[in-house]
């Protein structure tokens, strides 16, 4: 069992007495699915407030509480991501469109969290943080193939799960780097977690790309 399977098998035992309690209520996941996604959006505008703040002063303590809660909000956002699935399970309520609706809100939250950071990049210093900007965007680019790289896979049949920063971890990196830098006062954790992000993002694209190769020539289609 990998980390990963470890960590969330713990997380399902700490959740499941309230999934059992939102299938006696009548909770679908679709809601659970839209409520996360306010959560992102919540955290995005967070960021945006606390770029608006900024001005050219990368010492606002506006911007760094921003920061701060912003991350708090993913972490939140990010359990509310894993119970609509736990949900749909146990509570035998899945769906194509319930999957479909969950992998396009995910889209739509890591991509306005990541730009309400950009925004305090370039808000901070434009000429100190410029360039953690840009890696701002390439981690955006990255997220985004990611998931489009397993989509298609899994058009052609390919189940196409590898890689270094998938959604859980991109989630974590996210929320941590910020909670630091709002905590510490520091850009320099949330800009070394977007250059991370950016890096292995983009090395697990490819690596996905690499991977359907090996499996479409194996299979000589």
């Not at 839209?34 to 990368?58: I, K, P, Y």
């Not at 769906?95 to 370039?122: K, M, N, W």
């Amino acid at each position: 069992m990998n980390y990963r399977d470890y960590l969330q098998k713990v997380i399902y035992h700490v959740i499941d007495p309230s999934i059992r309690l939102m299938i006696r209520i009548g909770i679908t996941p679709n809601i659970i699915t839209f409520t996360g996604f306010l959560g992102n959006v919540a955290a995005a505008v967070l960021f945006v407030c606390g770029a608006a703040a900024a001005g050219a002063d990368s010492n606002s303590q506006t911007m760094y509480s921003c920061l701060l809660w912003g991350g708090i909000v993913i972490l939140a956002a990010g359990l509310f991501d894993m119970i609509d699935g736990r949900l749909a399970r146990t509570g035998n309520m899945q769906s194509r469109f319930g999957a479909l609706f969950d992998s396009t809100l995910d889209r739509y939250s890591e991509l306005l969290t990541l730009a309400g950071i950009a925004f305090v990049f370039i808000s901070a210093d434009i000429d100190r943080w410029f360039w953690y900007a840009v890696a701002t965007f390439a981690a955006m680019v990255g997220s985004v193939m990611v998931s489009y790289v397993r989509a298609r896979a899994e058009g052609l049949g390919i189940e196409c799960k590898v890689g270094l920063m998938q959604r859980p971890e991109r989630v974590v990196v996210t929320a941590v780097v910020t909670i630091l830098s709002g905590a510490t006062g520091s850009l320099w954790f949330t800009a070394g977690g977007m250059l991370l992000i950016a890096v292995l993002a983009n090395i697990t694209a490819f690596w996905r790309v690499g991977y359907c190769y090996s499996v479409l020539k194996k299979d000589n289609k």
